[in-house]
């Protein structure tokens, strides 16, 4: 793979208002070894509360599998909940500041009983049923609960990732509101589609497989740079495909999306469900194998359920966002905005593509 150096703002072709810099050559600076930290990796913990035979440690499941007998998979409430269902009205003051009530849902969703397990060392029948009870709870509140907007889903592991306990975990919250990063994805491709009567994911993905670009100086004329788009590709299987952003905000993002248009989770197959637990699984062993000691978040973005959301059903298409935590935001970061990425997209695709995995 060609190690030339990249400096170059690259545009968010979802949410063009997002950039992001790829600078290769920052990516050489001298920096102090930060101290490894050893994941913990045992089976069990006795004084972990996820762990069981521990869960008097916990509330009460709202829902484990299988439902009786030793569960595999363990819901209960978040003891620290971000948005909480109880009574606790802001206090309003007068002017432009604004608040609403923080009314919502947390749970905590244990995600294997082997304390230290990690994604990819699940089988493909465990995580099958792990994306079902994602699917299931997000139907559970969406339908029983007609104050909440969006049920977001997501996997904080590592403390680099904000992982507050090492036994294995993803979360859900469900909540008042959209959040803003999932309304600019539905304006922004909903724009894109009434321009061209066409998904723009579904159009990233035909040219993640298809299609080559060059780019020419406006000057002279001369090529500057050539793109096989292909090579974004990371993982495919028969219904999804996990592809390295063009604009990727960290050096390993990967996201997975549906081979066909889709765009609201809860409507996704058990044939398929399966599908994805598999693609899921070798994507995080290829970053598992090529990061080490892999930290990173994921979170599901999908179609939010309230009827007039589905106007954007033509146009938006659900994904799953895999961010490892390989950095930490710097000043210029947190001052302009700007992500800043120290490895070409493509040659994190290709590192990706070339590990090899054994283990089925």
Known sequence: MDDKNIREIRIDPIVPSQSVLISTARGKRPRK???KVE????????????????????PPASLQVPLTGEWDIRIVENLYPILDDDPLLP?????????????GHHEVIIDHASHGISLHQMNVQHLTALLAVYRDRMQVFYS???????????????????????????????????????????????????????????????EAMTLETTTYSQDSG??????ETGKYVVERGEHFIAIKPFAS?????????????????????????????????????????????????????????EKNNKDFADSFHWHIEICPRTSIPSGFELGSGLFVNTISPEDAAYQLRKVILTDE
Request: with cysteine.
């Open 249 to 305: 905000r960290y050096e390993w993002e990967v996201h997975i999306l549906p081979l066909q248009h889709q765009s609201d989770f809860l409507t996704i197959s058990n044939e398929e469900m399966k599908d994805l637990a598999r693609l899921m699984r070798r994507t995080m062993a290829r970053l598992d194998k090529l990061v080490g000691d892999l930290q990173y978040n994921y979170f599901f973005h999908t179609l939010p359920q």
């Open 222 to 227: 001369e090529m500057r740079q050539r793109y």
């Open 39 to 58: 994941r913990d990796t045992r089976e069990h913990v006795e004084s972990c509360p996820f762990c069981r035979g521990n869960e008097h440690l916990t």
């Open 33 to 35: 070894n930060e101290e």
């Open 91 to 103: 206090e309003l003051p007068r002017g432009l500041q604004q608040a609403i009530e923080g009314y």
């Open 144 to 206: 029983t609960d007609p104050r909440i907007k969006y049920v977001l889903v997501f996997k904080n592991f590592g403390k680099a990732a904000g992982g507050s306990m090492p036994h294995t975990h993803s979360q859900l919250v469900a909540m008042p509101i959209i959040p803003h990063n999932v309304y600019d994805e539905l304006l922004c491709s909903r724009q894109y589609y009434n321009n061209t009567k066409t998904c723009i994911f579904c159009t990233l993905i035909s």
